[in-house]
C-alpha cells in the first residue's frame, strides 16, 4: 500500500534506537522518538495563501518536535505524519 500525503505534510518512518551500549530497544522501553526518516512528502499547492516550499527530501533524517504527529501502523509498520513547519532540523554526515 502507498501513502501520499496531502498539502504540506510529510511521511515519517521511525528509525531504530539504540542505547549507549549498542542494544535495540523495544518500542515499550522507548519515550516518543523525536528522529525520523522522511519516505514521502505531500503535494505541496497554496496553504494559507502561501506557496509550500518543501526544505527536506525522501530519505533525509530529520529531527522534529515529537509531540506534533500522527502515528499510524500500516502492515506492522509505524508511520508518522507531520506538518513540515514542526520539522526542527535534517541530520546531514
Do not use: R
Amino acid at each position: 500500500m502507498k501513502i501520499k500525503p496531502l498539502f504540506d505534510k510529510v511521511l515519517l518512518i521511525e528509525t531504530q534506537t539504540k542505547n549507549e551500549t549498542g542494544i535495540v530497544l523495544p518500542d515499550i522501553a522507548k519515550d516518543k522518538p523525536n528522529m525520523a526518516k522522511v519516505v514521502e512528502l505531500g503535494c505541496g499547492g497554496k496553504i494559507d495563501g502561501d506557496i509550500v516550499e518543501f526544505k527536506v527530501k525522501k530519505g533525509d533524517t530529520v529531527l522534529f518536535n515529537k509531540y506534533a504527529t500522527n502515528e499510524f501502523k500500516i502492515d506492522k509498520t509505524t508511520y508518522l505524519l507531520i506538518k513540515q513547519a514542526d520539522i526542527l532540523a535534517v541530520l546531514e554526515d
